[in-house]
């Protein structure tokens, strides 16, 4: 069924208390949720804590873990690795933490310095052989996973002009997207002939891009498109040529598809895109929403697509449209929205300046 067709409420199943302080990021842990493993997901905050929510029957989630007397400023980002046995959190304290659950305790075994200061974003590549992270230095580093719970920087990446927010591997190849308080994405990629990594894009206002800080992005199911927010008010939805991205063929460029204007008020903070294509979003006038592939216009969109990623030009859309807004979903700034990976349910975590997750579900009505 069209998810356009449908008649759709956002249902709060629970309100978790505990963070002392502004909830600044969310992860589900890929590795729960079947099999007989309860759903797992990790917060981490502004009280210099992450924590461990575990569901514990019927609609009750409970806080399992505190990692705390780690990080000695706020946490900033936490991310799971793919097999879900580890856990990363990125700190202003300008170090990243590798934390291991080993017997019914999470122990941090593995400490990475090197930022100059505030760590922003932590992120693990599809394969969990790579690790990057990004800060207020402006730089990216790209580590390398060893035996023993031992990283290695292999590269310092230098392009930004300002605070890096947010650095995302592409959910199956290993492509690096960052970005930053300069406006623009940045798409880095392995050099060939070593383990040198390079900017082989920038995506910035000159080609149809943000205007102001770019908070977060996300991909879609397929990988063939992201989802950016920023300060300007906009999502913007960016596509690329799948089969030559996988094909190994030269470097597929990613182009400007659609601008979602109109819909926010205030700056988006968080976007994080379902296994289903419900395009979620968190802002800071509190409220959340869910947007849509509109698959009529789409249709029309696509052929206009292919043609983008050659002569690299606009394409009249949009093809996205608001499917739900929920108002007041926090008391204050939502920071971070993701989807769970469960199957059958669309079950949705938010984190909060006001101090709370909310663990929500997408339900259709009557």
């Known amino acids: 069924?069209?998810?356009?067709?449908?008649?759709?409420?956002?249902?709060?199943?629970?309100?978790?208390?505990?963070?002392?302080?502004?909830?600044?990021s969310l992860a589900w842990n890929p590795a729960t949720g079947s099999a007989g493993i309860p759903p797992m997901f990790a917060s981490c905050s502004g009280d210099k804590t992450v924590?461990?929510?575990q569901h514990s029957g019927l609609q009750s989630w409970d806080c399992k873990a505190v990692l705390e007397e780690t990080h000695t400023r706020t946490v900033r980002s936490c991310v799971w690795s793919p097999s879900g046995k580890l856990l990363a959190t990125a700190s202003f304290d300008?170090?990243?933490?590798?934390?291991e659950q080993i017997g019914g305790d999470f122990e941090c075994v593995s400490t990475l310095e090197g930022h100059e200061n505030e760590v922003k974003s932590v992120s693990w590549s599809a394969s969990g052989s790579l690790l990057a992270t990004c800060g207020r230095d402006k730089s990216v580093w790209v580590w390398e996973v060893q035996p023993g719970n031992e990283f290695d920087c292999v590269s310092v990446l230098q392009g930004h002009t300002q605070d890096v927010k947010m650095v995302q591997w592409h959910p199956s190849i290993d492509m690096l997207f960052s970005c930053s308080y300069d406006n623009t994405i940045k798409v880095w990629a392995e050099d060939g002939d070593g383990d040198d990594w390079q900017c082989v894009q920038t995506l910035g206002e000159s080609n149809n891009g943000h205007t102001s800080t770019v908070w977060a992005l996300s991909f879609s199911p397929s990988g063939d498109k992201m989802v950016t927010c920023s300060d300007d008010l906009t999502l913007k939805i960016w596509g690329t040529d799948a089969q030559?991205?996988?094909?190994?063929?030269?470097?597929?460029?990613?182009?400007?598809?659609?601008?979602?204007s109109g819909y926010h008020d205030r700056t988006i903070f968080s976007v994080h895109w379902s296994r289903e294509g419900i395009i979620a979003s968190g802002a800071a006038d509190d409220a959340i929403r869910f947007f849509v592939e509109d698959k009529e216009s789409s249709?029309?969109?696509?052929?206009?697509?292919?043609?983008?990623?050659?002569?690299?030009s606009e394409v009249d859309g949009p093809s996205y449209k608001l499917l739900l807004k929920k108002e007041k979903a926090h008391d204050m700034d939502v920071n971070s929205v993701q989807w769970s990976s469960l199957e059958n349910k669309r079950l949705l975590a938010s984190a909060s300046d006001d101090g709370t997750i909310k663990i929500w579900e997408l339900v259709s009505v009557p």
């Open 1 to 24: 069924m069209d998810l356009l067709e449908g008649r759709f409420e956002l249902k709060e199943i629970q309100t978790l208390e505990g963070h002392t302080d502004r909830v600044w």
């Open 51 to 53: 924590r461990i929510w």
């Open 94 to 99: 300008a170090t990243t933490a590798i934390w």
């Open 244 to 260: 030559r991205m996988h094909s190994g063929d030269g470097y597929a460029p990613w182009t400007h598809i659609c601008t979602l």
């Open 299 to 312: 249709i029309a969109v696509m052929d206009a697509v292919m043609v983008t990623i050659v002569m690299v």
